[in-house]
């Protein structure tokens, strides 16, 4: 009965997709060109593979807003020790390391101190950009140094006017679906986020998976600052301060994974991304404020949570530790 509400949300979510992308390309000009296509096909690709970490701790029933400065802070470091000529290695080993340990203090907060996700994460995530901003940066931007044009296409170029950005979503795609579906890890997470309880009755070590999702979840993130990054050449640490993190949140609910845990995967996030990432492309294009689109952004994602408590709703008896 589940899998046959989350398959029809999909098809639903694809379905207006197709029709708000042929009605823009249609009726707003400038919508249905190469730039514009290429420009919405690179956002698309960073926003879903961050959907993608998203949906690995929501599915575990948790929510990680910490991804943002986990996506600029570690990429940050990883670029300055770069261009400081530490080579390669060195600076993704640090980069990845500083974002694990972050995501590791997440899951320790969440799952032994039973602090709720959504404000662990949130300290967490303030904390490490304010980290980043009080002087681990010399600027607020950082460059993209000549040292790492080794794995710079993973976000310039392209093959046959598809951006390689777009393949690095794909590839993230189907290794967290194949990840979350047929290894142990993976439904072992789809088992906690399904019912707690029984998950450690059965012999699941709850806490530390909780802790392995959000580590999941960080180096994800990463991985998007990486291709971002690589796409303007530089990292601006200043995107902590915009809403990213609750189109994230859209891409995950409106796709189809229930906030309340145990469903959905790395297809929902893929469906979720390319509505999300058409409208406020749409948006863009139209000149509507920025204002004006949080404001629509904020009621989109509260019509989603409560279809999502109506469709997904939420089992007192197994609402025990790791609800968001």
């Avoid at 949080?294 to 509260?302: A, E, F, P």
């Amino acid at each position: 009965m589940k899998r046959e509400i989350t398959f029809d949300q999909q098809l639903i979510v694809f379905s207006l997709f197709v029709i708000i992308f042929v009605a823009f390309s249609l009726f707003l000009p400038g919508f249905f060109t190469v730039g514009n296509v290429v420009t919405l096909l690179r956002t698309e690709s960073v926003l879903g593979i961050l959907g993608l970490g998203m949906a690995v701790v929501v599915i575990g029933r948790g929510i990680d807003l910490s991804m943002i400065a986990l996506l600029t802070v570690p990429t940050g470091v990883v670029l300055t020790l770069a261009g400081a000529g530490h080579g390669l290695a060195l600076s993704l080993l640090a980069g990845l390391s500083m974002a694990i340990a972050v995501a590791v203090f997440n899951g320790i907060l969440v799952a032994y101190a039973e602090v709720p996700s959504i404000f662990a994460t949130l300290a967490v995530g303030i904390g490490l950009a304010g980290i980043g901003q009080s002087g681990l940066f010399e600027y607020d931007i950082v460059p993209w140094p000549k040292s790492l044009n080794t794995v710079a296409w993973i976000g310039r170029g392209g093959w046959h006017g598809i951006p390689y950005s777009v393949f690095a979503f794909l590839v993230a795609a189907i290794v967290v679906g194949v990840f979350m579906r047929k290894t142990r890890p993976g439904l072992f997470i789809y088992a906690i986020g399904d019912n707690p309880g029984a998950a450690r009755i059965a012999g699941i070590s709850v806490r530390p998976m909780m802790i392995a999702q959000y580590a999941i979840s960080a180096v994800i993130s990463v991985f998007a600052g990486l291709v971002m990054s690589a796409s303007a050449n530089n990292m601006d640490t200043r995107i902590f301060n915009l809403t990213w993190i609750y189109d994230v949140i859209l891409v995950v609910v409106l796709g189809g994974i229930g906030l309340s845990g145990g469903r959905g995967g790395a297809l929902n996030v893929v469906v979720g991304t390319l509505l999300i990432g058409t409208i406020i492309n749409g948006m863009t294009i139209m000149n509507i404020p920025y204002e004006v689109q949080s404001l629509i952004k904020g009621v989109v994602l509260l019509i989603a949570i409560s279809l999502d408590s109506i469709i997904n709703p939420r089992n007192e008896e197994t609402a025990q530790q790791g609800d968001i």
